[in-house]
Every structure is written in C-alpha cells, then in structure tokens.
C-alpha cells in the first residue's frame, strides 16, 4: 500500500493540511511500530499497523478546525467516521475500521446521542490489537502541537473530560501496550 499516494490523492491542493496530517500520522506510525516490536507474541501484521496509523486521520479535510488548517464543514469529532467513509470507498475496508475507531479511546453509543454527532449510532471502541494499537499511539501526538509528545499522565488527563468510562479504557490501553509512567 502506498499510504502517501493516497494521502496525495486528497490532500495535494491542501499543503499545509497534508504537512500536519503527514507530521502527525509518522510520529503515531513510528510509535505504533515501536510497540509492535516490543510484542513478538501478539504476531500482528506489522506493515497494516504501520499502513493504518498513517491513514487513521485522512478524514480530517472534511472537518472545521482552523488550527490545523482544515477548511472543512464537518465537526472535528466526525473526522474518524468521516475517514473510514472515504476509505471504504477506496476498497479498504479494514482500514475503515481503524479510522471510525480510533477516536478518543473510542466513541459510545451514548456519546453519539449527547453530543448529536452525525454519524450512524453505534459504539465506535477500538476492537482489534492492530486497532488498539493505532488509538493507543494517536493519543500522544496533537496535531495543533507538531513538536510535542504527551506523557501517560498528560494523556489521561486529557481523557477526563469524557468521564470515568474513557479513563478505565486509557488505563486498559497503557497496560495492554505493557508501558509505564513516565
């Protein structure tokens, strides 16, 4: 798969877009990888985990958030759905999943109703380790800050605003991937 040819084939009329997806996606990618290596014996597929974790976020040019430079309409929080949309249109299902999934540490049924998303109601929870894995990194990497990788803490800290249920599945997530606080 080439993900930047893909990435290309949306994002070329969107340089600064496509700089901070591109930015964002390899620091997540590297760090997925990394975990991968560490666990010889989940004998996941390494170049899907790699492939998936640049493609995670390639919904976000459908979505409004200045910052980032998406000129998009769509709310930020749609952006994983969004990208498993287009994603599914290119035959690549599996990767679909990875992209509606990964989003927080994942989006509930009940969260869709509460916050009137505009996607089909259904809980959106990474499901696969290639999944979780993806979710897991993403957390780390802002895409408003490029230069900044988040702690353990300073990610779960961020999770509380989506209540005990987000920060019980963050700290399943930190002990599945078998790394500590730093």
């Not at 340089?15 to 590297?30: A, F, M, T």
């Not at 869709?112 to 380790?129: F, G």
């Not at 605003?161 to 002990?175: M, P, S």
């Amino acid at each position: 798969m080439d993900c930047y040819a893909l990435i290309d084939k949306y994002y070329d009329e969107q340089p600064e877009l496509k700089r901070v997806l591109i930015n964002h996606s390899e620091r997540v990618r590297d760090r997925s990888l990394r975990i991968v290596d560490l666990h010889p014996e989940w004998e996941v597929d390494r170049q899907f985990v790699g492939d998936a974790a640049m493609l995670h976020d390639i919904g976000i040019i459908y979505c409004d958030a200045q910052g980032i430079f998406c000129n998009g309409t769509r709310p930020y929080i749609e952006h994983g759905y969004l990208g498993a949309e287009l994603l599914r249109s290119e035959g690549l299902d599996r990767y679909a999943f990875v992209a509606e999934r990964h989003t927080g540490v994942g989006i509930s049924m009940e969260q869709v109703i509460r916050d009137d998303i505009n996607i089909p109601l259904a809980d959106y929870y990474p499901v696969s380790l290639e999944e979780k894995i993806v979710c897991y990194a993403d957390k780390f990497y802002s895409k408003s800050h490029l230069d900044r990788e988040l702690t353990i803490e300073q990610v779960r800290a961020k999770l509380w605003r989506y209540g005990h249920d987000a920060i019980l599945r963050w700290d399943n997530l930190v002990r599945l991937m078998g790394e500590s606080s730093r």
